[in-house]
């Protein structure tokens, strides 16, 4: 079985930054895609960031320029940088991975919390 923890969560205040990190273990097979899911009360599930094994990457507009999506395959971590955080980023961030040959795979989440 494949599990995900994620970790780094905490609360910041505006302008703060966090790095969050997705550690998995179990196999992945084949080409692979990480990334990074947010939800808020009362507003619909957002994507974040992605990452592709071979290292291309895709991001929210509202966080572009903000956040930083890595993975080291090493060590089966994928990690969120997440600088000049605002209030609006408050949510609780949930990584995954899936691939041609699975199903997503969720972390248990991280709450992210920026006021100040």
């Known amino acids: 079985q494949v599990q995900l923890v994620e970790s780094g969560g905490g609360s910041v205040q505006p302008g703060g930054s966090l790095r969050l990190s997705c550690a998995v273990s179990?196999?992945?097979?084949?080409?692979?895609?990480m990334g990074w899911f947010r939800q808020a009360p009362g507003k619909e599930r957002e994507l974040v960031a992605r990452i592709t094994s071979g290292g291309t990457t895709n991001y929210a507009d509202s966080v572009r320029g903000r956040c930083t999506v890595s993975r080291d395959n090493a060590k089966n971590t994928g990690y969120l940088q997440m600088n000049s955080l605002k209030p609006e980023d408050t949510a609780v961030y949930y990584c995954?991975?899936?691939?041609?040959?699975?199903?997503?795979?969720w972390g248990q989440g991280t709450q992210v919390t920026v006021s100040s």
């Open positions: 995954y991975v899936e691939s041609s040959y699975t199903p997503r795979y």
């Open positions: 179990g196999t992945i097979f084949g080409r692979s895609v």
